[in-house]
């Protein structure tokens, strides 16, 4: 497609168990990054792989989130252990990779934790 | 780490009005600047953003203007329509290898026929 991609678009969990989000970045770009965006507030930036490589995950909240993009392309993230809090949409953006190009969003993922 | 404050939370305007939103950020490293609009449901979708050696840009209906010293920006909307009404996002961000976008609060756009 055209555009990012997410799946699934909804993801319904008990407390404790393990999830895991996908994302199809756009063909061909090198940049992608995770954030959380909670109801009625901004985004926020989780995590962003350059390629396959991780260059920082300073804003993952605990080690039960865990995000990889094994062949530089398709990314996952993964949640260990929900809790309640963890409750948001998780976006997925990605960019050409060279500098001060713009971040294009897919439509999230909206995860709710019972 | 950067701050981006966001003002105001709601705005209706009457179609056909001007809209302006504005930010604030607190890094003066911050050379990157976008805007993005989302509609229920749906991921940011950026539609207008500028840099820090320029003072504005134009597109069509939407201008940003930047001024560094004071550090802030503000989105500019005018001859607003209906579809126009969205929740619109500003954000900040330094070119240190990867954009890292530190996000506002968020405007809410109603647009009144």
């Known amino acids: 497609g055209a555009g990012v991609s997410q799946s699934p678009r909804y993801k319904v969990a008990k407390r404790g168990q393990d999830v895991a989000l996908r994302c199809d970045p756009i063909s061909g770009h090198v940049s992608l990054f995770w954030y959380q965006q909670a109801l009625g507030q901004g985004p926020e930036f989780l995590t962003y792989?350059?390629?396959?490589?991780?260059?920082?995950k300073s804003g993952l909240p605990s080690d039960r989130f865990f995000a990889e993009r094994p062949e530089g392309s398709v990314s996952t993230l993964k949640i260990q252990r929900t809790q309640q809090e963890d409750s948001a949409v998780y976006l997925c953006a990605s960019s050409p990779g060279q500098k001060n190009q713009p971040q294009h969003f897919g439509d999230g993922t909206r995860l709710s934790i019972l | 780490g950067e701050n981006v404050e966001q003002h105001p939370s709601t705005l209706s305007v009457q179609e056909g009005d001007s809209a302006v939103i504005k930010c604030t950020y607190s890094?003066?490293?911050?050379?990157?600047f976008p805007w993005y609009k989302q509609e229920l449901g749906k991921g940011p979708q950026l539609i207008i953003d500028i840099r820090s050696n320029v003072g504005e840009k134009k597109d069509q209906r939407i201008a940003v203007t930047l001024n560094k010293t004071a550090k802030h920006f503000s989105l500019h909307i005018t001859e607003t329509q209906p579809e126009d009404s969205a929740v619109y996002f500003c954000a900040a961000s330094m070119n240190t290898g990867f954009q890292k976008l530190v996000f506002g609060t968020g405007t809410r756009l109603l647009v009144s026929p």
């Open positions: 890094d003066s490293a911050s050379n990157y």
């Open positions: 792989f350059q390629n396959e490589a991780q260059l920082d």
